[in-house]
Nanobody, 125 residues
Framework: QVQLVESGGGLVQPGGSLRLSCAAS????????IGWFRQAPGKEREGISY????????NYADSVKGRFTISRDNAKNTVDLQMNSLKPEDTAVYYC??????????????????WGQGTQVTVSS
């Protein structure tokens, strides 16, 4: 049974940091490219970061570039998202997802089929 679990969310002040973790059971994350997405209330789910399965290359949305870093630990079967210099507009539920089929872009949530329950990130003073 495929299961994804995101963790590490919470309440943080503007300028603070959080480290999110995506863990999987039932399959190895190392075989797949992994995307991190977020969805704020009333907004569509958006892709914010991506790490390939082949060479570990990464992509970031402009809104998080320079502040967020994605990494994978195949031994632990996890993919982490380090988030620094957080802003109130980063408030959202954050999700990770493996890309199990080919796609032309990395940030379209319709190209991902398996999702966890998400973890809430709230940036507020």
């Amino acid at each position: 049974q495929v299961q994804l679990v995101e963790s590490g969310g919470g309440l943080v002040q503007p300028g603070g940091s959080l480290r999110l973790s995506c863990a999987a059971s039932g399959f190895s994350l190392g075989y797949y490219a992994i995307g991190w997405f977020r969805q704020a209330p009333g907004k569509e789910r958006e892709g914010i970061s991506y790490i390939s399965s082949s060479d570990g290359s990464t992509n970031y949305a402009d809104s998080v570039k320079g502040r967020f870093t994605i990494s994978r630990d195949n031994a632990k079967n996890t993919v982490d998202l380090q988030m620094n210099s957080l802003k109130p507009e980063d408030t959202a539920v954050y999700y990770c997802a493996p890309r199990v089929r080919p796609a032309t872009t990395w940030d379209n949530p319709r190209d991902y089929d398996y999702w966890g329950q998400g973890t809430q990130v709230t940036v507020s003073s």
